[in-house]
């Protein structure tokens, strides 16, 4: 299916399902920063034996199209924090009106995860649940950077690309940041993104400010606290992920709080793309543990560390 975004980019979002018919439920996979959906056929063949439909697609600034368009790495000139949640809507409110009776789950890995997070407290009504891989806490130096990726796309315009600001997104990765080793113990997965033309790109001023603006909302008090208190929470994370820490431990607990239904899972020794990970199937076979529970009705918040 094609729809025509907010953002001016072309969005192309592909269904995926197991047979003819409705399926028990759809997942919307929203991928994480500087990657693209098609890193996600394990999850979504996974997904499929199980019996349940698969939603892919790539943001605004992000996959094949971007790219032929000389776009990646940017949302949009202005007000792309807002276009790009629209566009999620709108992808949300077409799968739930061509399959009113199936159950629909989010998942978001990193980036997507900080979306997931704002749609679910946002236009939380008829999303089940939501599985949030690879994602943060509260980031000290988010507003200042914000301000300062404003500052500059303003001096150099919307699409300036400053290595400095994208070196700064990164500048908590430790030594794991050389050559991307902080994504996976598995070095084929590493040498597979570091050779792809559509992986690891840097993002515009307009779009770090973008994600910045998402991760400063998505942690305040009152964007958690409107989040779907009917729908199931997944959080999985790996304990070597530079971008896990006490604020995904805190976040967990606020839910639980909140009286929420929450599964925390960590992954020992594990970085940051679990589902590429070197214990990729385990990860996989949590995840659809979950998603079978959520179908039928069965899931019940738990803390696990693997």
Same mark, same amino acid.
């Given at each position: 299916?094609?729809?025509t975004t907010l953002s001016g980019q072309p969005l192309q979002a592909v ?32 997904l499929l034996s199980l019996g349940v439909g698969v939603v892919l697609f ?38 739930? &009106?061509?399959?009113? @009776? ?28 939501? +599985?949030?891989?690879?994602? @943060? $806490?509260?980031? $000290? ?9 404003? &500052?500059?796309?303003?001096?150099? $315009? ?31 997965? +590493? ?12 993002? @515009? ?41 006490? $604020? +995904? ?35 996989l076979d949590d995840l659809t543990a979950f998603v079978r529970q959520v ?12």
């Amino acid at each position: 299916m094609w729809s025509t975004t907010l953002s001016g980019q072309p969005l192309q979002a592909v269904l995926h399902t197991p047979e003819p018919g409705a399926p028990d439920a759809v997942v919307i996979v929203i991928h994480g920063m500087a990657e693209y959906s098609g890193r996600y056929e394990a999850v979504k063949d996974r997904l499929l034996s199980l019996g349940v439909g698969v939603v892919l697609f790539d943001l605004p600034g992000h996959g094949l199209q971007a790219a032929e368009t000389k776009r990646l790495g940017h949302f949009a000139d202005t007000g792309g924090d807002y276009k790009v949640l629209a566009d999620i809507r709108t992808i949300i409110r077409t799968i739930a &009106g061509n399959f009113p @009776t199936s159950k629909i789950l989010l998942l978001g890995h990193s980036m997507g995860s900080f979306l997931a997070r704002l749609i679910m407290a946002s236009d939380p009504a008829g999303i089940a649940a939501c +599985v949030l891989s690879g994602t @943060t $806490g509260k980031n $000290g130096m988010s507003k200042a950077g914000r301000v300062l990726a404003n &500052g500059l796309s303003r001096l150099y $315009g919307p699409r300036h690309v400053s290595l400095f600001m994208n070196r700064l997104l990164q500048s908590g990765y430790g030594k794991l940041r050389a050559g991307n080793q902080w994504l996976s113990r598995d070095a084929e997965t +590493v040498r597979r993104y570091n050779a792809d033309q559509l992986c690891g790109f840097p993002l @515009t001023v307009s779009a770090i400010s973008d994600l910045l603006s998402w991760m400063i909302r998505m942690n305040r008090a009152d964007t958690i606290g409107k989040m779907n208190r009917q729908a199931a929470y997944l959080i999985m994370s790996g304990s070597d992920d530079p971008l896990y820490g006490p $604020g +995904v431990t805190r976040f967990a607990a606020d839910l639980k709080r909140r009286g929420m239904n929450v599964q925390t899972i960590v992954y020992e020794d594990a970085r940051h793309e679990i589902f590429n990970e070197s214990n990729r199937e385990h990860a996989l076979d949590d995840l659809t543990a979950f998603v079978r529970q959520v179908t039928s009705g069965t899931s019940g918040g738990q803390d696990d560390n693997n």
